[in-house]
Each structure stands twice: as structure tokens, then as C-alpha cells.
């Protein structure tokens, strides 16, 4: 309750109409409330076509142009579970699940819109302002790949710590 959260993260990004890729960044949370939070969070990763090779083969011009991608996010995070893990006679650790919906801005080139989010997220808490955390997140973002707009389905995933202060 009232506690400010920094995290750093890293993972796997797996992107639908583009190249999958690793991803990084930041976030920043807080929580009102033991069960209800707030989360600003900075994404970046690099952006290609997994498909610019063979499709430039027939035509020899280059259609689309690698680079990177920001996300900044905004997301409405609620708590459901909170729990306690046994992991010997001396040891209990207490973890948070985390439901996660949002939305912002994804920057780059191929990007027509809002990118919206939904996921779910799983802390660990190490020491008492230190936690593991463990993200899932499908982030739908309307893209235009080679003159074709659609929604994308990005399925992201991330692992990092955290470092919290209490209220």
C-alpha cells in the first residue's frame, strides 16, 4: 500500500507482422492500494522484415527500412492474488499476480495508431525492497507493413527486477 516500484526489464518480443526480436526498458509504478496500481513503462527494440529479402528479390528495391521501436505505455494494474511460497522449513517468500490493461504510443515508421496492452504479470519478492518480476504482455498496436494496414498481435515477454520503497 502507497509504495513507488522502479523496474528494469528485458525479454523476448514477438512481433506479428515484423521480425521477433529482443526488447528492453523501464517502468515505474505506484500503488494506492495493496490490490490497485499505476504503471508508466519505456520499451525499446530493434524493428526489421522478415520477409524485405525475399520480397526484394523479384523487384530489387527496398521497401522497407530497418530501425528501432519506442513504446511508451500507460497501464491500470490490479493485484488478485497475493501469496506465500514454502520453499523449506525457514524460508517463505510472497509474490503478487498481476493483472495488466492499458494503452499508448508505439514510434516508428510502420505505426497508424494507438497501441493498446493486456497482460499478466508475476512478482517475486526476494528481499523486502527487492522483487523478480515476470511479464506477459499483448500489446495491439494497427500497422502498415508494405502498403497492408492491420492490427498486430505482439505478444511480449519480459523478465527483471524491481526495487520499491513503502509509503
Known sequence: KRRAEISVLGGYHASDALSSTYVYGAALSFFPSEDFGVELMATRNPVTFRLEEPFNSFQ???HFQPGVSWNYLGALL???VHAKLR???RSISHADLLVVAG???TVHDSVQGLTFQVGLG???YL????S???DVRDLMIPQEVLGRGRTTHNLVTMLGFSAWVPG
Do not use: A, D, Y
Open 60 to 62: 530489387g528495391e527496398r
Open 132 to 134: 523478480l518480476r515476470l
Open 78 to 80: 490490479w493485484s488478485p
Open 127 to 130: 528481499t523486502r525492497f527487492v
Open 103 to 105: 494503452g499508448g504510443q
Open 87 to 89: 520453499w523449506n522449513e
Open 122 to 124: 508475476i512478482k517475486l
